[in-house]
């Protein structure tokens, strides 16, 4: 993975990643995928893609409220609130 | 040069269920802030998203009523991207494998004409939070969850579209369905049925696709009309320039009626979708989408069908009445009830849609029930009273809520049908009015109907007219000069 493809990757995930970081990722990232590629030796045609190891029919629940969390414990973790909603920096 | 333009509009509405897609929390609007989320709708670590079944059901009831293929088999994916409002940082959504697919939506046009609008494909996805944002002075935005997790259908459809009137036209008849279906409110201003329209020119005849522009932020059907409308003359602009139109998303403008272009250097188009490992994929067995089917109410376009063949309706007036199906069921009462459908059909199009639009409300709100109006419409069938006294009986029982038969007989409406009561009162009619009398018998027959309306007025508006001209044709004299219709 060359170094213009993990700054995109690096900017998508919001990460500010100094010359050094982009170096010692696309290194690591590089051999990740080359230790992964090893499986593309396999013939898979007609193989459907498992995106699960399990299939799972009926995985449902039924449309019934439940209590939600009072808003001071889902605020709790919020770097800022006015006591009702999240504070943000301004975004448009 | 002259240009066709090219429209695929994508719709979200938001389903009527309620809990929300993935958790138990309530998708009640209007609660304060922050105060219907949980750990699963907060995006908190650790947590596992459970599919509402009725959100499926919903998709399953939309898909068969614009007849696509429901998939048996369908998956969920991760669309991943930044934003204060979606606390997972990826919003749960279908990608690949969505859960609808290749149906269509049939459209009635101004002129009569009907289009069928392809769909490529309905998906289920969660909704994201609301962001509010401060006063110009006001550095941060504020975030309510409640919204996040509320279940959505997004509807996309082919580009199949060509014009603002289509488009409308097409929005209203999808609305029509969902609202049929029961499955959302289908509300354009409160949220709940939003659009945005990909919109693109080409030289007339032309078979490939011009590039296209994403328009949002249209939250009625005549924003969405205006900003086609604006886009397509933008881009025919550009191109009589010798410029290129950018594929970019673009904000409508209310105030200034123009859209604007939301590009922004940071922002990073790749949305990364890939599946959901949280969810298995969704299986459908062949028993539940039969008994979906089962369930589904007769459609607008069947009702605006039936409608014109067993009340002998017009299909503008039977696609109006369709429009909405609470009025489809009011006129369907007050037709059930009279003669004549066609009559029936005239009030609930014609006085009664006038008084509802006035008012601002909606045919459930009705001050005139439909029980009501039929018994007015009977009063005229049985020559009670004339159709012009009704009106006025139709605008007190507006006012009053009073049966109309009441306000007939408080307000000495009935109607004077008694040739014996008719006849000095045309006499006198006569006596008014001899120079009219004379020219009449002289040959200017079309005199007649100013004897009529004189008749009229002189008994309040209560004669019966039909009487009025029988009457009229016995007494008035025989003309002596062949009619000059002059």
Known sequence: MDLAEVKRIGALARLDLGEEETAAMSDQLTRILDYVAQLEALDTTGVEPTTHPVTLGEAFRDDAVRPSLPTEAALANAPATDGASFIVPRIL | ?486
């Open chain 2, 1 to 486: 040069m002259e240009y066709e333009t090219v429209i695929g509009l994508e719709v979200h509405t938001q389903l009527k269920t309620k809990s929300k897609i993935f958790c138990g929390c309530s998708t009640t609007f209007g609660a304060p802030p922050n105060s219907h989320t949980c750990p699963v709708c907060l995006g908190m670590p650790g947590v596992l998203p459970v599919l509402n079944r009725e959100v499926v059901t919903c998709a399953i009831k939309l898909g068969l009523a614009t007849r696509c293929t429901v998939n048996r088999s369908s998956r969920w994916a991760r669309k991943n991207y930044f934003y204060p409002d979606l606390p997972k940082a990826y919003q749960i959504s279908q990608y690949e494998a969505p859960i609808c697919e290749h149906g269509y939506v049939e459209a009635d046009l101004e002129s009569g004409e009907t289009r069928r609008i392809g769909l490529t494909r309905i998906h289920m996805e969660e909704d994201a939070g609301k962001n509010v944002h401060g006063a110009a002075d006001d550095d941060h935005s504020y975030v309510d969850l409640n919204r996040a997790g509320v279940p959505l259908l997004e509807i996309v459809s082919e580009p199949d579209i060509r014009s603002s009137e289509e488009a409308t036209a097409y929005l209203k008849r999808l609305r029509s369905i969902v609202r049929y279906l029961g499955i959302s409110d289908g509300n354009m201003e409160e949220g709940s049925f939003r659009c945005d329209a990909n919109v693109s020119i080409r030289p007339m005849g032309s078979d490939t696709f011009g590039t296209r522009a994403e328009v949002k932020n249209l939250n009625s059907f005549r924003h969405v009309a205006h900003a086609i409308d604006y886009e397509a003359r933008r881009q025919a602009r550009l191109l009589a320039q010798g410029k290129e139109v950018v594929q970019e998303t673009r904000l409508w403008n209310t105030a200034e009626g123009k859209t604007y272009s939301m590009r922004s250097k940071e922002e990073a188009h790749d949305y990364r979708y890939f599946p959901d490992p949280d969810l298995v994929p969704l299986e459908i067995s062949e028993q539940w989408i039969e008994a979906v089917r089962a369930t589904l109410p007769e459609l607008p376009a069947d009702k605006e069908q039936r409608f014109v063949v067993e009340y002998g309706l017009p299909p503008q007036d039977a696609a109006t009445l369709v429009a909405s199906h609470h009025l489809a069921d009011y006129f369907e009462t007050v037709a059930g009830a009279v003669k004549e459908a066609k009559r029936a059909a005239n009030w609930v199009l014609g006085e009664l849609l006038a008084v509802l639009n006035k008012l601002g409300i909606s045919v459930e709100e009705s001050p005139v029930e439909a029980a009501a109006l039929a018994a007015l419409i009977r009063l005229i069938e049985e020559e009670t009273i004339s159709g012009k006294i009704a009106k006025s009986v139709f605008e007190k029982m507006v006012a009053t809520g009073k049966a109309p038969a009441a306000i007939v007989e408080e307000e000495g409406l009935v109607q004077v049908a008694d040739p014996e009561a008719l006849r000095p009162i045309i006499q006198q009619v006569f006596d008014d009015n001899p120079t009219q009398l004379a020219q009449y018998q002289a040959g200017k027959t079309k005199l007649m109907g100013f004897f009529v309306g004189q008749t009229m007025r002189a008994t309040g508006g209560k004669a019966n007219p039909a009487l009025v001209n029988k009457l009229l044709r016995e007494m008035l004299p025989e003309p002596t000069a062949p009619a000059d219709g002059g």
